[in-house]
């Protein structure tokens, strides 16, 4: 087999990358390292890397020829860096994820996993959350991330090119970014607690969060590829800590920091489609998690 990864030398798409070796696939990784919230970028031996935008169908397109399978991670990806700069985020979230199907399309690739986010529920939607509720984007990042979605349905639905679109819910683990006041919580939290730093708390931290273990995200995505099922997934527990919760796993030295726009108050997964379609089961529980870094 051979497998595109978009986004492979980021947090999830390493990971994915990793899993993907381990079965045999021919791995190509595009990414064109913009990302400066990683700490770093990760690479494996037996996986070749071209450093090269999504975006850039010409650069792009011969990559894709020969392959079998296309996960698409690269991505604006996250929240408040895409209310800084919207224009950014639609051109890597849209128009990237629309040459990335077309140029699987063209090449005649089997399948099309993309990796989408669980903030396209918005605040419309009463928790827990399923795939027939209507999107409510709230911010430039849900928007473009969700536009992809439908630009998947309709290569599927007018192309006939199979794709599979999942939305994560707050990922977190190995290879997290830890960089900077927007890095993920988890990862925040644990590097604030290492340094000995207060926990910055955003509000009043009783915002509720799925926070879902990355190696269960790539397992969504070995399962979907191996399936003959399209459409889209939630991947998350179907269980929710508070912010302030999972501060508290980790120390009582905390301060309370204003809270920001666009950001939904609750989610949590609705998992069945998932569970029961592709055979999908979270493995990893946050509060292990967090006791095996302390």
């Given at each position: 087999?051979?497998?595109?990864?978009?986004?492979?030398?980021?947090?999830?798409?390493?990971?994915?990358?990793?899993?993907?070796?381990?079965?045999?696939?021919?791995?190509?990784?595009?990414?064109?390292?913009?990302?400066?919230?990683?700490?770093?970028?990760?690479?494996?031996?037996?996986?070749?890397?071209?450093?090269?935008?999504?975006?850039?169908?010409?650069?792009?397109?011969?990559?894709?020829?020969?392959?079998?399978?296309?996960?698409?991670?690269?991505?604006?990806?996250?929240?408040?860096?895409?209310?800084?700069?919207?224009?950014?985020?639609?051109?890597?979230?849209?128009?990237?994820?629309?040459?990335?199907?077309?140029?699987?399309?063209?090449?005649?690739?089997?399948?099309?996993?993309?990796?989408?986010?669980?903030?396209?529920?918005?605040?419309?939607?009463?928790?827990?959350?399923?795939?027939?509720?209507?999107?409510?984007?709230l911010n430039p990042y849900s928007v473009a991330k969700v536009s992809g979605e439908k630009l998947c349905k309709m290569y599927t639905d007018l192309f006939e090119l199979p794709t599979v679109v999942f939305r994560y819910f707050n990922i977190y683990g190995p290879r997290e970014p830890s960089k900077g006041p927007y890095a993920p919580?988890?990862?925040?939290?644990?590097?604030?607690?290492?340094?000995?730093?207060?926990?910055?708390?955003?509000?009043?931290?009783?915002?509720?969060?799925?926070?879902?273990?990355?190696?269960?995200?790539?397992?969504?995505?070995?399962?979907?590829?191996?399936?003959?099922?399209?459409?889209?997934?939630?991947?998350?527990?179907?269980?929710?800590?508070?912010?302030?919760?999972?501060?508290?796993?980790?120390?009582?030295?905390?301060?309370?920091?204003?809270?920001?726009?666009?950001?939904?108050?609750?989610?949590?997964?609705?998992?069945?489609?998932?569970?029961?379609?592709?055979?999908?089961?979270?493995?990893?529980?946050?509060?292990?998690?967090?006791?095996?870094?302390?």
């Open positions: 087999m051979k497998s595109i990864v978009t986004g492979g030398a980021g947090f999830i798409g390493s990971n994915l990358v990793d899993k993907l070796v381990e079965l045999g696939h021919d791995v190509i990784v595009i990414d064109n390292e913009s990302a400066n919230s990683n700490d770093q970028f990760y690479y494996n031996k037996k996986a070749t890397y071209v450093i090269e935008d999504v975006a850039d169908y010409e650069k792009t397109r011969p990559l894709y020829e020969g392959v079998d399978y296309v996960f698409h991670l690269a991505a604006e990806s996250r929240i408040q860096p895409t209310i800084e700069n919207p224009i950014l985020a639609v051109r890597t979230n849209v128009l990237g994820t629309a040459v990335v199907l077309q140029c699987a399309r063209e090449a005649g690739v089997k399948k099309v996993m993309y990796s989408s986010t669980s903030s396209g529920y918005g605040l419309a939607n009463t928790p827990p959350l399923n795939e027939d509720m209507p999107d409510d984007c919580v988890v990862r925040l939290f644990l590097r604030q607690y290492r340094a000995g730093e207060s926990l910055t708390i955003v509000g009043d931290g009783e915002q509720r969060r799925d926070f879902t273990y990355v190696s269960d995200a790539v397992n969504a995505n070995i399962l979907a590829m191996q399936s003959q099922e399209t459409g889209l997934f939630n991947i998350g527990t179907g269980r929710n800590h508070s912010v302030l919760e999972l501060a508290n796993m980790i120390s009582d030295k905390q301060t309370f920091i204003p809270p920001r726009l666009g950001e939904a108050r609750v989610t949590l997964a609705d998992n069945t489609k998932a569970r029961t379609i592709l055979g999908w089961e979270p493995q990893v529980r946050l509060e292990d998690y967090i006791k095996e870094q302390l």
